[in-house]
């Protein structure tokens, strides 16, 4: 079974600083995608980037970026210039492409917090 | 545009009672899912439907059923509550050409009582 490990339960930093939240994962798999989601208090679930994993490109959304090592099953987000509005839970999660699954595997959780 | 929608946002029920929690999916969208999430924990997939039938399942009991109506959105039911089934239920949207691709409503707290 497919299993999304986020081994820091709390984070904080900066407004205007850099962070960056570490995920791991374990998949048979080879097609697959990943994501970060945010769940800020308000509790909606909005997707903050994802990343095909046949493509070797970390992907980028503005100040959202990924270090994903595909040999390493590892999937970090980094957040640039860190701003209040940032601060939320965020969840990794992970998604076969083939095949008959549809559905998302998400670890357990980081909460950011962003002190200004 | 309107995004996904579910109602209701609160609810409280007692051990034993049955619940009916209602998912409106994103304009366009054909495919609804439904994950729960318990206190402190991240969404579990409880299962998945498109065009009217459940097309995947999670590791939930028969308690939990659901339903998918001819205008796309969805209905998930619980029978026989358990104090355990407390949680944050989230309802996600997607297209079935482009499937990994989910949009969250903003959930129905549960307290079960």
């Known amino acids: 079974a497919q299993t999304v490990t986020q081994s820091q339960p709390e984070m904080s930093v900066q407004e205007a600083e850099t962070v960056t939240l570490s995920c791991t994962y374990d998949?048979?798999?080879?097609?697959?995608?990943l994501f970060w989601y945010k769940q800020p208090p308000s509790r909606q679930m909005i997707l903050v980037i994802r990343q095909e994993a046949y493509k070797q490109q970390n992907a980028t959304e503005n100040r959202f970026s990924v270090n994903f090592q595909k040999a390493a099953k590892s999937f970090s987000l980094k957040i640039s210039d860190s701003q209040l509005g940032d601060a939320a839970m965020y969840f990794c999660?992970?998604?076969?492409?083939?095949?008959?699954?549809?559905?998302?595997?998400f670890g357990k959780g980081t909460l950011l917090t962003v002190n200004p | 545009d309107a995004g996904v929608t579910q109602s209701p946002t609160h609810l409280i029920k007692t051990r034993g009672q049955q619940v009916t929690l209602r998912c409106s999916p994103k304009?366009?969208?054909?495919?609804v899912s439904w994950y729960q999430q318990a206190l402190g924990q991240g969404p579990q997939f409880i299962f998945q439907y498109y065009e009217e039938e459940e097309r995947q399942r999670g590791n939930f009991p028969d308690r939990f059923s659901g339903h998918q109506f001819p205008n796309y959105s969805s209905e998930l039911n619980v029978n026989a509550l358990l104090l355990g089934d407390s949680a944050l239920y989230l309802c996600?949207?997607?297209?079935?050409?482009?499937?990994?691709?989910?949009?969250f409503g903003p959930g129905t707290r549960l307290l079960v009582l």
């Open positions: 304009s366009g969208h054909d495919t």
């Open positions: 998949t048979s798999e080879s097609d697959y995608y």
């Open positions: 999660a992970w998604m076969n492409s083939g095949g008959s699954n549809y559905k998302l595997t």
């Open positions: 996600a949207s997607s297209l079935e050409q482009g499937r990994e691709t989910q949009y």
